[in-house]
């Protein structure tokens, strides 16, 4: 029986919702970066996976599942399909589920080549049953979305990966982080029936910094 693949994770990056080819990258690959919430946001999450031990799961078997934790509290939960009051979900952002990916982010450093035969766009949050042969590397992108609603300026999200069928090597970046901004927007509304005793009603309205 031919040796499992012990894959590592060797960069990642944010992208701006779009195509998987044409997405624009948020920032620079394998950097935390802030995104601007003021509205719901759809992006990807883009990694990238090398065999540096020459194994072979020629069968199919790995499964890769992205998951998060809020602001550093709760543990990693899977992604969910639908927001579920944390501000995050799975979505489309452009991507077509199961199709195939290029190569986006910088080059492995094994002896063998990129593969670009795997269906590894994924708009649920499972890259499921791919093939990793050799000392190959392949790309795996994630639609996300964060909802307005239900999170705040400065919150942040952590993610990783859950792996089964295979044993996941160490990752050679490190933490992957995404912090939410919001603008200061919208008017502070106060109504005073009396300043300083001059009888001046309101409303007044104070426009934020920012």
Known sequence: MTAMCTPVEIHYGFFASGTEAAAVIIGAEDNNQSINVDSDVEFHLRMSLEEQSAGDDSSSMADWTVVYEKNATG??????????????????????????????????????????TNVLQTTDGQATDFIMTGTDWMEIVYGLKFYAANVNDGDFFDFTYTVTNETKGSDTHGQIRITISKSAGGQLHLHHQNLNGLGIGGPFYINPIG
Request: proline content about 2%; charged content about 10%; overall charge negative.
């Open 75 to 116: 543990g990693d939960a899977d992604v969910p399909t639908s927001d579920g009051g944390a501000g995050i979900s799975t979505a489309a952002a452009g991507l077509s589920n199961g199709g195939t990916t290029t190569e986006r982010l910088t080059s492995g450093t094994a002896a063998g080549a990129f593969m670009s």
